[in-house]
T-cell receptor, first 116, second 119 residues
Framework: AQSVAQPEDQVNVAEGNPLTVKCTYSVSGNPYLFWYVQYPNRGLQFLLKYITGDNLVKGSYGFEAEFNKSQTSFHLKKPSALVSDSALYFCAVRDMGGGSQGNLIFGKGTKLSVKP | GAVVSQHPSRVICKSGTSVKIECRSLDFQATTMFWYRQFPKQSLMLMATSNEGSKATYEQGVEKDKFLINHASLTLSTLTVTSAHPEDSSFYIC???????????????FGNGTRLTVT
C-alpha cells in the first residue's frame, strides 16, 4: 500500500532562518510526489512536484524539495523563512492503484510557524 | 493557472436540511473531480471520486445516500449533504484534474473549501 508520513506535527522557525518540513513515502515503483500548502479555511495550493529528473525541485514562493530515493524522502525546504510562510503543509503521493484515477494520498500535515 | 471555484465558502444549516456544495473548474475541463472531508488539525480524507456522466465512486465507509454527488458537466460537480446532522459539520474540499494533462504527472487543483456547520 502506498503511504506518506510527515513525522512532525509542528515546526517552529525564526524568520530569516532556513526551514525544513519532512516527508517520507512508501510506494511500489516510482513515486509521483507533491507538496501543497493550506492557509486557514482555504483549499490547498500546489507548491511543487517531483516526477522524474533532477532530485532538487524548485517550486512556488521560494520553496524547494529534495527527492532522496535511498531514504525514500521528499523534504520541503526554504533557505530563509518568512512569517507569511506560516501555514499547514501537506506532502502527497499519487495513488497508482487500479481505479484511483489520479487521486493523491496525503500525509497528515505539518503546521509551520515562523516567528518574527 | 487552473482555477477551481467552490461555493459556498461557508454555510450554516439546521439539522435535517440538505446542503448543496458546488465545485467548478473555471478555465479547464475536468472529467474527474475529488471530494474530501477535513477534520480539525487532520489531513484530507477522500470521500468520493466524481466522474462526468457516470456514477461517483465512494470510499469505504462513506454513505452514498448521505453524500450525493452529481458531475453534470465537464466543469461542474456538486456534493449534496442530505438530512444533515451536527456530526456532518466539517470542512469539505473539492479538487479537479485537468483533462488536458496526464493522469499522474499533473497536480490536482483545489477549491477553497466549504465550512459546513449543522446546528
Amino acid at each position: 500500500a502506498q503511504s506518506v508520513a510527515q513525522p512532525e506535527d509542528q515546526v517552529n522557525v525564526a524568520e530569516g532562518n532556513p526551514l525544513t518540513v519532512k516527508c517520507t513515502y512508501s510506494v511500489s515503483g516510482n513515486p509521483y510526489l507533491f507538496w501543497y500548502v493550506q492557509y486557514p479555511n482555504r483549499g490547498l495550493q500546489f507548491l511543487l512536484k517531483y516526477i522524474t529528473g533532477d532530485n532538487l525541485v524548485k517550486g512556488s514562493y521560494g520553496f524547494e524539495a529534495e527527492f532522496n530515493k535511498s531514504q525514500t524522502s521528499f523534504h520541503l525546504k526554504k533557505p530563509s523563512a518568512l512569517v507569511s510562510d506560516s501555514a499547514l503543509y501537506f506532502c502527497a503521493v499519487r495513488d497508482m492503484g487500479g481505479g484511483s484515477q489520479g487521486n493523491l494520498i496525503f500525509g497528515k500535515g505539518t503546521k509551520l510557524s515562523v516567528k518574527p | 493557472g487552473a482555477v477551481v471555484s467552490q461555493h459556498p465558502s461557508r454555510v450554516i444549516c439546521k439539522s435535517g436540511t440538505s446542503v448543496k456544495i458546488e465545485c467548478r473548474s473555471l478555465d479547464f475541463q475536468a472529467t474527474t473531480m475529488f471530494w474530501y472531508r477535513q477534520f480539525p488539525k487532520q489531513s484530507l480524507m477522500l470521500m468520493a471520486t466524481s466522474n462526468e456522466g457516470s456514477k461517483a465512486t465512494y470510499e469505504q465507509g462513506v454513505e452514498k445516500d448521505k453524500f450525493l454527488i452529481n458531475h453534470a458537466s465537464l466543469t461542474l460537480s456538486t456534493l449534496t449533504v442530505t438530512s444533515a446532522h451536527p456530526e456532518d459539520s466539517s470542512f469539505y474540499i473539492c479538487s479537479a484534474r485537468d483533462l488536458r494533462t496526464g493522469e499522474y504527472n499533473s497536480p490536482l487543483h483545489f477549491g477553497n473549501g466549504t465550512r459546513l456547520t449543522v446546528t
